[in-house]
Each structure stands twice: as C-alpha cells, then as structure tokens.
C-alpha cells in the first residue's frame, strides 16, 4: 500500500477507553516525524489533539485504555465495526493496565472508599484488555507505548509489511546494551525474565529492575520466576506486586497472582 | 584457525618484571600506539570490561564471589589489579558487536543493497583470561574456519592486541580445567601478565606485543619472582580441580535425548537467555529491518539473539522447537555435543558466566551430570566354568524334593551334583536333559549349601516331564550358563527387582544375595506382578521378605476375586510409589515380554540411566554356548552373552519387532 499521494492517505483514529492519555502522547512526542506522519495518514480523530470528529470507517484505530465501564462495552464493538486494523496500545488497553487490580478486589468497597457518592460512578467489576472483547489486529504494549514501535507500525501499514516488533524478554535488550544484570549483581527486584521487550531495557538502563509494563512475553515462564524471587527471600506479597503492577491481569501473570493470592491469604 | 598473533616458542622464552606502580605505563603505551584499550573496571555491582583510560580505572583491591545466580564485588585485602575471574562481559561484545548494521537497501531512483565496510577499531584487550582465549579460537573456527565467512568478525579480530592475565584466583563456577581450556594462558596472547605480590612477570607472544613491552619500565625479574608466577597458577588449578567429567560427554548426550530431566529443567528455566548472551562463544543472531515510512531506504540490523528465543526455529506452519524443553536441549547439546561435530570443540570453555547470570540459579554441570551421567563400566565378574559343557556331555544330579509352586509350576531341589554348580551366580540358567526327551534351558531359582532349585513350568514336553519326576530321580545338567546379574552396578544406589510371572524364578537367587547384602545398598525392593493371586511364585518367601525390614516388596496382580486384599494393576503401577531419586536406581527386570517392554519405558521415562536396566531375555535354545544360532539377537547369543544384558548394550535391539 505503498503512498502515491494525499489522496489516499489511510483514515486513521485514535479512540480511549479507561486510561490516563499517555500512549496517546507517544504520539504527540514523535516530534520529529509528526510532519512526516499527517503527511502520510489522515489523522481524523484524535481527541488528545483535536476537537474535530469525523465519522468511520477508518483504515487504522488506535485504541487505549481497558474496558471498565458500562458503555464500554457497546463502542468497542461499534468501533471495531469501523476499524479496519486495530491496533491496541498501551498496557490498558492490552492487559487492562493498572485499573484490572480491582479485578482480584472488592469492587464495591473501592469505589465507596475513592468517591463521596459511589453511586454516581458507574463502572464494571473488573477492567479488562479490549482483546477479551473484539478482535485485535495489533498490539503496542507498555506503560506509555514506545514511540520507536508506534513509528515501525505506522510505516508498516505504509510499508505493507508486518511490524518488525520482537517478542523477546527485556533481559535480551539489556545484554544487548551492555547493563549488568541487577537481579544477580545486586539482588534488585526485577520482572525483566518474564516480560515483554520493547521499551530498550528503559528501568534497567537507570538502575531500577524492569516493572513489567510491557506485559508478559508469549510463553512467559512466570511460574518459575515468581519461585525464583521468593526463593531469593522475597515474601509472597511482594511478589505480587511486582507481578500485579501494570500487566497483572494478562496471562500467565494472572494465574501466578491468583496462586500468590492463595499464599497470602 | 586463529588469527591472531600467538606465540611463538621463543617469544615467550624471555620475561620481565614490571611493578604495579609502572601498570599505568602499559596502558599509556597500548594508546600511544593509537589503540583504545578494553580492560576491567568496576561498574554498576560488578567488574565489566570497557574502555580504560588510565590504570585508575582498574579494579585494584576488588574481588568477585560467584556462584549460580549470584556475582558480588567484595574488597580484597591487597591491591592486586587482576583479582578477580571473569566478569559479565565477554570479548565478543568487541569483535561480534551486540547490534551491527549489515545492509542498507535502496529503492529511490535506483534499487540495490549495500554492505557496509567494516572500520574495525584498533582495540587492546587487557585482562583476557585463558578460558578467554579459548573462546575467541572458538569463534575464529566458526566465523572464519568455514568457505563462508564473516568479514566484519575478521576485521575486528585482527585489529585486537591481546593482553592476556594468568589467573591468580577462581570461582566456584569456573570449570575451565575440565574444559582443557585454562586456567594457564599458554598460547593466543601478544603480552601476558602474571600478577604476583609486587608487580606483573611479562612475556611477550608476538612482535606487536614485544615492541609495546619494549617502551615499559621493566627489568629482569628475579627467580623468586618467575617462580612465584609459575606456582600461582598451580594453585589456581588446584583449586578448580577437575569437577565435571568431560570426557565422552558428546557422545553421552547424544543418547539422552529424551532423557525426562530436560523437561525438569526447563520448568525452572525463564528463557531470559542470559547464559546465552553472557557465553563467549554463543554466535546466534537476529536480523531485523528498520526503514523510512515508505520503505525507499532500509538498514538491516544484526542482533546478537539466542536460541532460547521463542520465535527462533519457527516457520510459517509452526514451530521445531515448540517446548520449553526443546530449547534447552538444543542449547547445551549444541554446547557440549553437537558443536563439536560441527567445528571440532566442545562449545563451552568452562568460564562459568551461564552459571553466575542465570537468575534460576541453574548450573550447566549438575543438567550434565544428572542428564549424561559417567557410568562407569562395570567388568563383568567371571563366570565359573561350566561343566560338561558340550551339547552331548551332562552331569548328573539327583532330584531330592518337589514342590508344587502354583497349578503349573513346581520347583525342582537337586542334590549330589557338581561343585561348580553351587558356585554359579544369580541370573545363570542350566541346560536340563532326561533320557529321551529334549535338553530345555532353565533358570537357577535358588542357590543352596548343598544343591540348587529349578523352578519349572510345564508347558513343553520336557519341562511337563520334569514337573512329574518323583525325589531319587536323577536328570542331566550341563551349566551353569550364561551372564549373571551384575549386583556390583546397584553399589551405593537403590537396588529395584521387578518381576513378572514366573519372572520371578531367575530373580530369587538375586533378591537373596541383595538381602544377604544390604548394607551396600542404598534401597532394595521388588515390584512383583502376576495375573491372579493363585499365579504367585514362592508366596512363602514374599511373606517372609515382606517381614524383615531389609527390603520393601510391592505386589499386585492383574486380576483377584472378592477375598485378595491387595493391589490390582499391572506392575507399573506400583513404579509411582517410588519415591527416590531415579537416576541412583539399579534395575533387574524380568517377566513376560510385554510387562518387561512396559517396565523399562516407564523406568527410562522417570530417569533410570538404561546402563542400570538389567532384564533377562528368553529366547529358543538348544545348544546353551552359542553354538547352534536359535537364540541369536542382534550381535549378541542370548545364551552366551546373556540371557542377563544391560539395556544400553542392547541399544535399538530391545524390544524391535522381528529381530
């Protein structure tokens, strides 16, 4: 689909969910390229840079944020009816991000704890990835989306070629760069063994063990990893923390905090 | 094919002293003869090799504790510079960069590929250990020992001057003395350092390393000093000793492909292929593209990968190496036995950095030594000699009790035979023989003090005339023959019978000898199947060996009426209440053909090395001496080189339809 000229610039969208905006940044960030990008796609909607709607169908939808909330439910699947190839991103929208804690909670107690009137809110027990609900073409992960991946994605539709995005675990790109593993020189916490790369080893790179916000890597031997950081004297609560942090509700990461949950009563 | 410059036997022929306090003159003379030089220096928890400056970058008074999983710096109580072993970068990240571009691809105007031309930097590797030197020739060898070859590798290869450090400490995760590969730098190098109390014993390989050494303050080092730099590195040695045994293991691997403990690893391994990353001789890579929006120029990246990567044997069906357990296999049998088919090495140098960075805490050697273990070969004892061995000649014996051991087998006492019988061994059978009727083979089920037994079931001719002799009777023997059951292989491990049927005939004299025995076994028992409970051999040996307490006797039959109170189930079942330790089982296995397949599938799938299966084979004799070729297996008579074969010795053989 190779571009010839304005007139068929691919109709692109980007829609949100429960989520805080930040992957709809990315975006915005790629300051450099953002001529380049308008130039090639026609970005209709957009609300995070324009107040302008426009209508379906669209060539490209980029969805963040997880499914949380009643009415939720009925645009994911009127969008998806409008969308081409959609393409998730961020971890709301691929894992249901932060907001799934509630999932292993009690849904009521929290939100009569956060709001005054609780029952003004209206929202659903448990937030979910938008996967559960539509069908995904494509999917940017992490907690923001790294621009590098959103800029190979959006060429790759230009392209007509898949997205050169590695499923690999994040301690790869830290050997790759050099960094000394923290986890065996220093005993930091790290989630780098299970997770997704991506971000170019980001936390490891600043001395901080990898938080896990690309989720987990297809086939994640998380089971293994969650016995390692325990048998390296970590209790079962801190544990699950380091899994339930951005990505806790994707598999296999949600079957190890369903068993530490167990452990820790 | 190394391309380095090694040595030559009389460059290294001269020494010289340097002191510690003139280290920094090597270092300035290394840039000022236009290199950069990669060296040790401490860094984020540990000491890497990157670019050094001045001998203050070096990690003096700093030492390394290793063990699986774990790396920490510690101070050291002197200011020795080298220290320490080998940290969590090797020297391939400098000639095997981790990302290389290596083509651009154009398609504006004209179309083409370029390949870029490799600038190598003129490095100087300070600090490069044996196990080091090692694993670069085992990179040259597969990057340059083949028609096709990787330019770039060569460039950088060449452009590196090696300054090699004799080890002067180790870790508990060094094996490189089982690997041959150290921990003696003795060729590779173009200066070598041996650190002693005041300063470094130097010699030169080549002649660039010779003229750098020329511009150092140096002098003659005294004798005390050239001894002190040999006996370091002998102590070294001593201290690493030769833990894993290496030899063989190429070949041992290659039978243990489905061996279950690969699946055991793999549960605990996460994949994050840091072992593969940190290992200096690991080659595999990625290529990945990266372009401009409309594709019109690209550059192809080459990233160092790993076959621990999920996607790395896929194709657009599907994936070769699908498991977990796939991938490992493939790791550490390309490590220590397909690489060596493939470029004449084993692929690992024993530096121990898949050891220290795995965060599993895995160790290559315990996967080795519990996956390929040395089974020592056993020599057989030698048997007594046979009397009247040949086919016409029998000794005589007289029959001096019966006793009718189920409805068709009756054990048989003899008495007044010859000395040698007695001196026969569990797992021997005799050649039986009455006036008129042919000799049939039989196993000895029990040695006595002054006679044996054979336990016979009456199914042919001779073996139903036998059954009906009366005591005073007198047959003919010929025997004792064939193999016996090697009890010395259950030394030390957990000696396991399993019987079948009248199966348990050759096995008594066997279960006897490991009760008289058992203080030189961990573990003794007996796994006994038969078809009903009427069908049980010597019910008043299994009551009397379930009472004492020396050996755990586990029975089942395959079908009982109302009044049997004990297991139904075919004998395998009885294997799941096992709870030791596997691969430290001895195995003696007899029964009827299929119970027999049936058992040693199960014991290999728990872990039982099949050096350790023992099983008896039946097979048509006539002659007993391997003289008349009914029993002839494979390579082997059954009735001369068995009925008793180690599983390992019958290979393929076993169990092969129509052999």
Known sequence: ?265 | MITNPVASPTAVARQWFLARSDLDALIQALRKAGRTVIGPTVRDGAIVNDEIQSAADLPAGVRDEQSAGQYRLAERADERVFGYTVGPTPWKRFTFPPILPIATAHRSGSFGFEQPKTVAPQLAFLGVRACEIAALGMQDRVFLGSPFTDEDFRARRKAALIVAVQCTTSSSTCFCSSMGTGPEVRTGYDILLTEIDEGFVIQAGSPAGAAIVAHLPTRQPTHAETGAAVDVVEAVRTQIGETLPIAGIDQRLKRQLDNPRWGVVAERCVECGNCTMSCPTCFCTSVTERSDMEGRISVTERLWDSCFDINFAKVAGGDFRARPRDRYRQWLTHKFSSWMDQFGSFGCVGCGRCITWCPVRIDVREELQAIAPVIQPIERPVAVEPVAASPGSYSIARLASVREETGDTTTLSLTDLDPAFLSGRPGQFVMVALPAFPAVPISISRFRANGIDLTIRAVGATSTALANLHPGAKVGLRGPLGTFWPIEDAYGRHAMVVAGGVGLAPLRGLVEALVANRDRFESVSLYYGSRTPEDQLFSDDLVAWSASKAIDVAVTVDRAGPEWKGRVGVVTTLFDMMSCDCSKITAFVVGPERMMQASVQSLISKGVPTERINVSLERHMECGIGLCGHCQTGPYFVCKDGPVFRLSELGDLYAREGI
């Open chain 1, 1 to 265: 689909m190779a571009s010839t000229g304005k007139a068929v610039r691919p109709r692109v969208a980007v829609a949100k969910f429960a989520s805080c905006d930040g992957c709809q940044l990315t975006l915005l960030d790629l300051e450099d390229q953002l001529l380049e990008i308008v130039s090639r796609f026609d970005v209709v909607e957009f609300p995070e840079a324009t107040s302008h709607h426009s209508p379906g169908p669209y060539d490209v939808v980029f969805v963040e944020g997880s499914i949380s909330a009643p009415e939720h439910l009925d645009q994911i699947k009127a969008l998806r009816k409008q969308a081409r190839v959609l393409v998730t991103i961020g971890a709301c929208a691929t894992a249901g991000g932060i907001q799934a804690l509630r999932n292993w909670a009690d849904h009521d107690a929290y939100r009569a704890a956060v709001y005054e009137h609780p029952e003004w809110v209206e929202s659903l027990a448990m937030a979910t990835a938008v996967s559960d609900h539509v069908k995904v073409d494509a999917e940017l992960r992490g907690c923001p989306i790294d621009g590098g991946q959103l800029l190979e994605l959006l060429t790759s539709v230009l392209v007509g070629r898949r997205p050169q995005i590695r499923e690999e675990v994040v301690c790869r790109e830290c050997k790759r760069k050099g960094i000394v593993c923290m986890v065996v020189a220093s005993g930091e916490a790290c989630m780098g063994p299970v997770t997704n790369s991506g971000c170019n080893a980001l936390c490891p790179t600043y001395g901080r063990g990898c938080y896990g916000c690309f989720g987990p890597r297809t086939g994640a031997n998380a089971k293994s990893w969650s016995a390692g950081l325990m048998r390296s004297g970590r209790p079962p609560e801190e544990v699950w923390r380091l899994f339930a942090g951005f990505t806790g509700y994707a598999e296999p990461f949600r079957s190890v905090l369903t068993e530490l949950g167990k452990a820790k009563g």
